[in-house]
């Protein structure tokens, strides 16, 4: 061996080393600036702001996974600021986490070892720091996407037509033959060998366009196979269920990662001589369109695997989250749900909490309730009343889907939840408030003809029409809802109501104090009707003409003395 060819080995051996000692160090920066990320984000909510678009991508995995189950609907989920709730506790570290913890708060469940499975994975990851990040590490793998559901972009390659690789195949063959031409007819090969280079380039061109959209998703499915690598090496007892069901899925892609390069790199990911050759390659040979249309053919029929690798994934991530969600909370309970058959033929469903609070409201005031038919609720403007209302509905669906109660106790019966409270008129569709109010109490009323036991809960019943018809309709809808499978709960300023239904339903209200012209509310379920107002004061309050408000007063007082208006 010459001095320079020693030389030359040893300069590309250092190149090597020094190359493979950058990827590690690199590799273990990576590493410590993730694990310092999700430490920090432990035990905190999100910050970050999303989209509408964005949010509606997350919810397609959700709808696409419904089937026959109960989904909370767009009414209610949007009464209930779901979404905030949701973006609160989304410390995901994947798309897939995001997608199935959304999903996960979308369709509540209605079995109990579901719920107990779900809730001994948060304990053991709110518990044990060093599995949870390992399994994090993993899964971040698959990153997360903002323009598009990742389930998004797996479900889209069932819309690609899967004939047309003989072409390419084709196409390859003659470039091949124009090669050969030229060792027989070296000049007139040349020229065969250019048009058919000339042919095949703009038939790459033309059809990889079409390709394109799809490209991401192999590349989600590519990443959803490394994590699942990651975890094929892992040993965990509490999870083993969860690895066997990965491993299932990924030996069904043994062959389907083999020149995956050829159709995942592109030019704008790639530089110099690489790039170049690759570029060439795909031209004259059709590689990555042969290659396309091979890795369709081996996604094709295993829909089910790639959702089972992404929901396993998405799993784990999700219920990571909920369990910093839990250490965020001053305080939460695990639920204690009564199994449908465990109630009596007849029995009133029933729902029971102790100090339960709004995780949205800085410095909330708690309240206990214990439920067993309607309730009506009534107090001033501002008293705290819908909040009241929206706190016992979303604690109902955080014990059906997270196990979590933020409640120092809570119990009761499996509810599907149903609301009608923070309605617009629909400007686009034609139609008036009032139209608007009495489809969504119509969705209701249907709702509650199905077996599940519902909670309902409307504010301000049919607060869209005259008082007249207002108090004759809306007594006879609640007095409708007032069924042993039924819990309806609603908010009213008319007072009417509370003694019109005072016999089937159970009357609470909040009130307040005026002191130094100002209104003090101290957010304080109390039982009974209310007994004062505030709306003509509150009038005075910030400046209104005395004229008007003096007037105001006078009226109201001769109406509660002779019925009759002036």
Known sequence: MTRETMITILTIA??????????????????????AKVRRMWGSVT????????????????????????LVDDITWNDLNMDQIFINMNTTVSSCGEDVLYAMLRLPEFDRETLEERNRLIEYFRIHQKEREEIQMLVQEVRKISSMSLSDYIFALKDVEQKGVGKYIFLACLTLGGIGSIFVQPLAGALLLLVILCFNGYVHMKDSRKIEPYLNCFLCILRLL??????????????????????KARKKFQGFRRGAFLVTSTNGMQ????????????IMFQVDMIKFYSMLKGVYGHEKDIDALFTVMGELDALIAVASFREYLPYYSIPKLREN??????EQVFVSMKDLYHPLIPNPVANSIKIRGGILVTGSNASGKSTFLKTIALNVILSQTIFTCISHTYEGDYLKVMTSMALRDNLEGGESYYIVEIKSLQRILEECKKDQPVLCIVDEVLRGTNTIERIAASSRILKYLQRPEVLPLAATHDIELSYILEDCYTNYHFEEEIIDHDVLFNYQLKKGRATTRNAIRLLEMIGYDKKIVTEAQQAAQKFEKTGVWE
């Open 226 to 247: 490394k994590a699942a690598d990651g975890f094929s090496k892992m040993e965990n007892p509490e999870i083993q269920s969860y690895l066997e069901r990965m491993e």
């Open 47 to 70: 910050e970050r702001e999303y989209s509408t678009e964005e949010l509606e991508s997350i919810s397609h995995y959700a709808r696409r996974h419904q089937g026959e189950r109960f």
């Open 271 to 282: 530089d110099g001589l690489e790039a170049f050759v690759l570029s060439y390659l795909k």
């Open 14 to 35: 250092l190149f090597v080393a020094v190359a493979a000692i950058w990827m590690i160090l690199e590799r273990k920066k990576q590493k410590k600036w993730f694990l």
């Open 341 to 346: 058959q465990e109630r009596r033929s007849g």
